[in-house]
């Protein structure tokens, strides 16, 4: 969906918003800190800030529409989410144990955020530190078809996790693995791509 353009040049704003508490259905979101500024066609949320699945999500945000082309950039820092409160429903993180970071810096130019992302440059890293995990998720994620059926037939368990992080580079639009590795007692995976 476009932004539109006369809509951000035409308005000045200041907006403060502290929610103490927020009830979603399907996002594992905590409380939210924001705070809007919208002055001569520049946009910025600066800072964003959620409790969210137990951590914390913080960043800014800004747009600059007094072109014809909108150019947008956004710096996101993630720490200690929980990963069963990260994706909820999700049975086969259900017992899982294990906090998710990341870092994430990028740049593009669009009038919608489809746009922006398909010409973004940037960086963006995941990590996640010591936890468990659901060996049926991870025998599932190492295509080891044999060990998944003994797990789906028998009882699933937990493996201890030692680490996980992927690492990326962003360029117009296509991210690209600089690393990927996650380790755990029972299965080390290695990627790119």
């Known amino acids: 969906e476009p932004f539109h353009l006369g809509k951000i040049r035409n308005m000045d704003a200041d907006v403060k918003l ?73 049975e086969k993180t259900k017992d899982s144990i294990g906090r998710i970071g990341g870092n994430l810096a990028l740049s593009g130019n669009g009038n919608s955020i489809a746009r922006m992302l398909a010409t973004s440059d940037g960086q963006v890293a995941v990590r996640m530190g010591s936890g468990r995990i659901s060996n049926l998720l991870m025998e599932e994620a190492g295509i080891d078809i044999q060990e998944s059926i003994k797990f789906l037939v028998g009882k ?34 290695l990627g790119d791509g």
């Open 18 to 90: 502290r929610a103490h508490h927020i009830e979603t259905r399907k996002l594992p979101v905590d409380a939210m800190t924001a705070h809007l500024f919208v002055d001569d066609g520049v946009l910025r949320l600066d800072p964003i800030d959620f409790q969210a699945a137990g951590g914390r999500v913080a960043g800014t945000v800004r747009f600059d529409a007094r072109s014809q082309v909108i150019a947008s950039n956004a710096r996101v820092h993630a720490e200690g989410l929980s990963l069963p409160r990260l994706f909820p429903g999700f």
């Open 156 to 189: 699933d368990r937990t493996i201890p996790i030692r680490c996980g992080f992927g690492e990326f580079n962003v360029a117009n639009g296509v991210m690209d693995s600089r690393a990927l590795a996650f380790d755990t007692t029972d299965t080390v995976i």
